[in-house]
């Protein structure tokens, strides 16, 4: 039905159709037709619609090029299993899944939107369809359990790297892993770890960057603390080379960490960083904890000084940044 909806709108693509002459064209109620509407509204289709007149199709949703994102890879294992879905609740889910049916490092799980996108702390990640980059990557390090945290700094250094380089925008990273330009979220990290005999058995990194969504696109809720490389850039954004160039700039600083260890990981890190040297409160399970961010420790932890110059460290929370 949302195809022979989509044929007569594209047969007419300067003209409102009427929801009445889609609905007896198609043998169905107009309550339906708005239903179809709104279901590929969810996947990435953009209408007008006017009372009495009806709709018109205003944009249809960028798809990933697959085959363009081959053609780019120039890693050796990151992303040369690659598993493309239209839709899914989370790319996290699959990939767990994935490593269940045998799949090895490397492998990355591409979505075009999510429906229940994974954030920190339990939260919702907004992923709609076309817009932006939700990918998650299997990956089985070789490193203590305890150092495990290390791995969710470095892919955010290797994600503000690979932007930086390929962008004209000051951007910065909040403790542990959020990327923000002028103080709002751009992308957002989420390791998955599953361990046995205090062992890491694999991680899944997901990985969420809003790439082209403009300010409508975003729900009331997250216009004022949300952005994307479009908006702050000035231009849509080739997805597919954004996605190849991190992969590349993960793959080499995620040989690093395992070569030399995490310290320059940890200096890339901190010069990168929006959050040390500045007042800041964290909100953590025990309750909330102010001082100056002073630096990070070789297992990923936030070391902050108290008023009374104590020293205490941070391992999980949500940071405010005071300029």
Partial sequence: ???????????????????????????????????????????????????RRGYRLKRKPSRLDIPSIINKLQTKFMGRSLHYYDKVDSTQS??????????KEGAVVIAEQQTAGRGRMGRNWFSPAGKGVWLSIVLTPQIPLQLSPQLTLLVSVALCRT????????????????????????????????????????????????????????????QD??????????????????IAAFLQEFEDLYAIIHQQGFAPIRLLWEALSISLHRPIKVHTSRGRVEGIAQSIDDSGALIIKLKDGQEVKIYSGDVEVHR
């Fill in 163 to 222: 932007i930086t380089n390929l962008l004209p925008v000051d951007i910065g990273i909040k403790w542990p892993n959020d990327l923000l330009i002028k103080g709002k979220k751009v992308s957002g990290i989420l390791l998955e770890s599953s361990t046995e005999d205090e062992r890491l058995r694999y991680v899944i990194a997901g990985i969420g960057i809003s790439v082209n969504l403009t300010r409508e696109d975003y729900p009331a809720e997250l």
């Fill in 225 to 242: 603390i949300a952005t994307s490389l479009l908006i702050e850039s000035g231009s849509e954004v080739n997805r597919e080379e954004l």
């Fill in 94 to 103: 699959i990939a767990h899944s994935l490593v269940a049916g045998g799949a």
């Fill in 1 to 51: 039905m949302n195809e022979k909806i989509l044929q007569i709108l594209n047969e007419h693509p300067d003209r409102f159709i009427s929801g009445e002459f889609i609905s007896k064209k198609l043998k169905c109620s107009r309550t339906a037709i708005w239903k179809h509407i709104q279901e590929l509204r969810d996947y990435g289709y953009e209408f007008d619609a006017a009372p």
